[in-house]
């Protein structure tokens, strides 16, 4: 079995440390690619800011949103708690 990272000489510290590194890694990947996005599509003409910024969405892509908010904290939970996306019956 593999040797955990001992940065902070606690399991839960290290645990947290792993959960904000996976954080700044997604957060980081996301903003580099919504800006070229966003870049792509204004040269384009295909995007306005202002109508970008004001938009709301329909309820049933607010439940779609919600739903891939959930499933995205439940993916960082996951890491503090050592379980892999997708086990919620590890312990059962």
Do not use: C, H
């Not at 204004?42 to 970008?52: P, Q």
């Not at 004001?54 to 939970?77: C, G, H, Y």
Request: charged share 40%.
């Amino acid at each position: 079995m593999a040797k955990r990272n001992d940065w902070l000489g606690d399991e839960m510290l290290d645990r947290m440390m792993n959960v904000i590194m996976g954080l700044a890694e997604e957060l980081y990947v996301t903003r580099d690619r919504l800006k070229v996005m966003e870049r792509v599509l204004e040269s384009r003409g295909a995007l306005n800011r202002e109508e970008l910024d004001n938009w709301t969405p329909e309820e049933n892509q607010q439940d779609e949103i919600l739903s891939d908010r959930d499933a995205f904290i439940q993916a960082i939970l996951g890491r503090a708690l050592d379980k892999p996306a997708g086990d919620d019956d590890a312990e059962a």
